[in-house]
């Protein structure tokens, strides 16, 4: 395979770690030569779950940087930030043994992430400003609300739709590339009639975005397809990486798998790899019809190869795993087999609610951590993020340390926000929503004095604008003064970093008082936030890379709280792809939760599902439980208010599988407690309901 001489034996070394057809996939082309030139084929490595595709993935890029490669000519995308972080940190070790220090990855994250970087870097080259500011999905919504305000629509006798959905609209058009109208038609039918108006909308959307210097997160990957469709800068950027490798491809949407395609035509140096199964990514635009046709883009096709045997779960958890999967209508991957033997069925736990849910998981978590599985080698995975509240609340009343993703985001508290809008609009002055929401958090400036404000900076010619002789009330005139030494503090060429953000929060703990309740909290919170500032280079990689991959919670923001001590993992099932933990408790494996029934539309929406919880299965190593309450809460129904209802197993599990679990009912028949009192019902109730209130 052409290794050079002083990597050999680590190489080979390493090569001897692995199964003969992961060897084919890690060395697949690798050194070969096609008239002088070097050529790696292009390469799709489709298999199941735990198959060993991520690890393969690692080898491939350390056997690269064995044969010579330059580790900053490889584009490594991955599905979460944290991915990317792991996978270099893997590649560091296989080829430490042979390096001194590890070699970074500079190339290795997210799509948006790499667009982002990209996009500045080449931002002279397509007529955008180098300092654009990154919208959240939360930011985007609200300034196409204020595009929908704007344009009247939403004093329309009919309602038109809202914000979010108008979102969801726009972004489905562009990820998948489709028309409106077959958006519409498809996805939104009750949307159908408004075409015309939403068309105006994104327009007037698009607009603002350009006017304010924004970017959202279609646009990173709009604005890198089109930057790369264009013949010379597509050459050119894509010549920059000698190898583009991407990670869990079946999430990927069309204009992702546009980019890659335009990025290397004819394939060179691409490798994929993936699992249909696992796709679950179809209600953000992702299409699995990515890593299908994937061979077929190029002449000749790209080599398939297939992974068969699971590293990761026993066989009795596969062997379920495999036959939720079978059930499915459409599917490319074969079943996996694992020399991992082992008595234990996974557990089908009936639970009477959500009470006993909780309680039983907590209690099994804790015997679990008795017998020996840290509690990180543990997670309690759910459909949505709200499904976890009564374990969150059972967890908390034990003092269980817990780490939660997905979800509401730290970065969505208010106070937090306001302090990212300051650093926002500091370093992009035409950001409007950014300096709307950070001019209001001055003493005695209103939306009318905010709105005024930014109209005079939007007239006035960059760089000519002195925020401190803006148009403001006399009383505010003082508090003013100081907000406007603080922008220019924040601003590139203000302080440096961290120093400038140091200040911000500073002068935001000083103002939260006066702007919220609760200021301990979220005091705690603007502290962590200063702590993270720190840890970047600068403004502008902070203010990125929060947008894109904003911590789950405060606790995760500045790495897990307690460093050296174990807690919990709580995770929604999308938030869990691909990673492991010796046990997994599902929760609510009910009909209505999984499949959601928010999701019980299309047949397509279902298949869907049952992927989620085959996603959800194949994570455990060693313990699984899905957890069937008989009965569950279901709120956002205003007009029956919260109730619980009854609930039958999912479908996904029919009578004939049930041979693969071993079945208990929890509490066993005869040590039901006698019923609560009502006081403590309600005592309950009222905490649940308090906590239910955070998502909402
Ligand atoms: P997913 O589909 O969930 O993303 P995957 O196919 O990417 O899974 P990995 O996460 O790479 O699988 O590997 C699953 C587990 O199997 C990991 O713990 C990994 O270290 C282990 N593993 C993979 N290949 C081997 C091997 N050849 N020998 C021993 N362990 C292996
Ligand atoms: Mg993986």
């Not at 979460?80 to 070699?103: F, H, K």
């Not at 990025?263 to 140096?269: L, T, V």
């Not at 958090?441 to 002789?469: F, N």
């Not at 440096?496 to 006066?514: D, F, I, K, N």
């Amino acid at each position: 395979m052409g290794i050079p001489d002083e990597g050999g034996r680590a190489a080979a070394e390493r090569l001897a770690q692995l199964n003969p057809a992961q060897r084919a996939a890690v060395g697949f082309g690798v050194g070969a030569r096609d008239g002088g030139e070097l050529r790696h084929p292009p390469l799709l490595v489709i298999a199941g779950a735990g198959s060993g595709k991520t690890s393969t993935l690692a080898h491939r890029v350390a056997q690269l940087i064995d044969c010579g490669a330059e580790p900053s000519r490889l584009l490594l995308l991955t599905f979460s930030r944290r991915a990317a972080g792991e996978m270099s940190r893997r590649v560091g070790q296989l080829i430490s043994r042979r390096a001194t220090g590890s070699p970074p990855l500079p190339w290795a994250g997210t799509f948006h992430g790499i667009g982002a970087r990209l996009l500045r870097e080449y931002a002279a080259r397509i007529g955008i400003d180098p300092a654009f500011s990154i919208h959240d999905r939360q930011d985007s919504a609200d300034l196409l609300n204020l595009a929908r305000h704007g344009l009247g629509f939403s004093a329309r006798e009919k309602r038109f739709p809202l914000k979010g959905t108008c979102l969801a609209i726009y972004s489905a058009v562009l990820n998948t590339q489709a028309t409106l109208g077959e958006v519409l038609q498809t996805s939104f039918p009750w949307c159908a009639e408004w075409q015309a108006e939403l068309k105006c909308l994104f327009r007037e959307y698009v607009r603002s975005k350009q006017a304010q210097q924004v970017l959202d997160y279609d646009d990173l990957l709009l604005y890198w397809a089109q930057m790369v469709g264009e013949d010379e800068l597509g050459r050119e950027i894509g010549d920059r990486f000698s190898h583009v490798l991407v990670d869990e491809y079946q999430d990927t949407n069309r204009l992702q798998a546009a980019i890659l395609l335009s990025m290397k035509p004819d394939g060179n140096g691409l490798t994929v790899v993936g699992d249909d199964a696992q796709s679950i990514y179809a209600f953000r635009g992702a299409t699995v019809r990515n890593i299908l046709d994937f061979p077929q883009h190029f002449a000749p096709p790209a080599q398939v190869l297939t992974l068969d045997r699971n590293y990761r779960s026993t066989q009795p958890i596969l062997d379920a795993a495999n036959r939720v999967i079978a059930l499915a209508s459409e599917r490319f991957t074969k079943e996996l087999w694992s020399e991992r033997t082992s008595g234990e069925k996974p557990r089908l736990v009936a639970v009477r609610d959500e009470a006993g849910q909780a309680t039983y998981v907590v209690e099994q978590v804790l015997a679990r951590r008795e017998a020996g599985v840290r509690l990180r080698s543990q997670a309690v995975l759910f459909r949505t993020a709200q499904h976890s509240v009564r374990v969150e609340l059972e967890l908390r009343r034990r003092n269980i340390p817990f780490v939660k993703f997905g979800g509401l985001k730290f970065l969505e508290a208010a106070h937090v926000k306001d302090v990212l809008a300051i650093l926002r609009w500091g370093q992009n002055r035409r950001d409007r929503l950014a300096g709307f929401r950070a001019m209001q958090l001055v003493a005695g400036i209103g939306p009318k004095s905010a709105g005024r404000v930014l109209d005079h900076i939007a007239a006035t010619a960059p760089g000519c604008m002195l925020l401190e002789e803006q148009p403001v009330a006399e009383s505010a005139r003082p508090a003013w003064r100081e907000f406007a030494a603080l922008i220019a503090s924040c601003s590139p060429g203000g302080a440096t970093w961290p120093a400038g953000c140091e200040q911000v929060c500073r002068w935001y703990l000083e103002q939260v008082e006066r702007l919220h309740d609760d200021p301990l909290a979220r005091q705690t919170d603007i502290e962590q936030l200063a702590l993270i500032a720190a840890s970047y280079p600068n403004a502008e990689r902070f203010l990125t890379e929060l947008a894109l991959d904003p911590p789950a919670a405060s606790s995760d923001a500045a790495g897990p709280p307690l460093l050296d001590e174990d807690y919990l993992i709580l995770s929604t099932i999308h938030s869990a792809k691909g990673q492991e933990w010796t046990a997994v408790f599902v929760l609510n494996a009910v009909d209505g939760c999984i499949p959601s029934d928010l999701a019980t539309g299309s047949t397509a929406a279902i298949e869907e599902e049952r992927r989620l919880l085959y996603v959800a299965m194949t994570r455990a190593r060693a313990y699984l439980e899905l957890i069937v309450p008989q009965s569950f809460h279901v709120t956002q129904q205003p007009a029956l208010g919260d109730r619980h209802v009854h609930a039958a197993r999912t479908r996904f599990i029919p009578h004939a599988l049930l041979p693969d679990y071993e079945q208990l009912s929890w509490p066993p028949p005869a040590a039901i407690a006698a019923p609560a009192s009502p006081q403590a019902r309600q005592q309950m109730f009222d905490l649940t309901a308090r906590m239910r209130a955070i998502w909402e």
